[in-house]
């Protein structure tokens, strides 16, 4: 299979590897959560970097590493294991220029944070997929949520991975060890 091209007419739902195999590509929405409270709080960084990077650039079907599971809380018990962080490390990172409206002709390039990676945070527990985010015309199915991304530290050691990754990650699956 080709590596899939996300559509900037659907930002909501994006492409990523799938996770064991690295072959196979899934569809995912963002979490309308995390959106809304992106919104509510100005965070234009944030909303650059899921148009930029996560829709744009498709850092999730290009991952450097995808791990399972947070050795931190972030949902809930029973769910944290669930999650699967996809770690990238890309050149330049977006924001949104504050204005009235988030729209295509604010969004900027900006570097990447010094030192850092960028990890997207998804699940594939069919409880947390919005029904109300997969009604676009080129939906073949919806297999999880972006539930939230982040730049983090990356390692001193290993520049491609997080610093502490042992540590606050679950086993890592893709690529295979």
Do not use: C
Not at 71 to 96: I, L, Q
Request: no cysteine; aromatic share 10%; glycine share 6%.
């Amino acid at each position: 299979m080709t590596v899939p091209v996300n559509n900037p007419d659907y930002p909501k739902v994006v492409w990523a590897r799938v996770r064991e195999t690295g072959t196979r590509y899934l569809r995912l929405v963002v979490s309308e959560k995390t959106l809304a409270a992106l919104f509510e709080t100005k965070r234009f960084a944030a909303m650059g970097e899921y148009t930029g990077l996560i829709v744009g650039s498709g850092v999730l079907v290009r991952p450097t590493v995808i791990y399972q599971g947070l050795k931190r809380p972030f949902r809930r018990p029973g769910v944290d294991e669930s999650v699967y962080a996809y770690v990238s490390r890309p050149s330049t990172s977006f924001s949104y220029r504050a204005a009235p409206r988030v729209v295509p002709g604010n969004l900027q390039t900006i570097p990447a944070p010094l030192g850092s990676v960028f990890v997207a945070f998804v699940s594939i527990n069919p409880h947390v997929v919005d029904p109300q985010m997969v009604d676009t015309p080129d939906d073949p199915a919806v297999a999880g949520t972006v539930l939230f991304w982040e730049w983090t530290m990356a390692s001193e050691g290993m520049p491609d991975l997080p610093r502490d990754a042992d540590s606050r990650y679950g086993r890592k699956i893709w690529p295979t060890p």
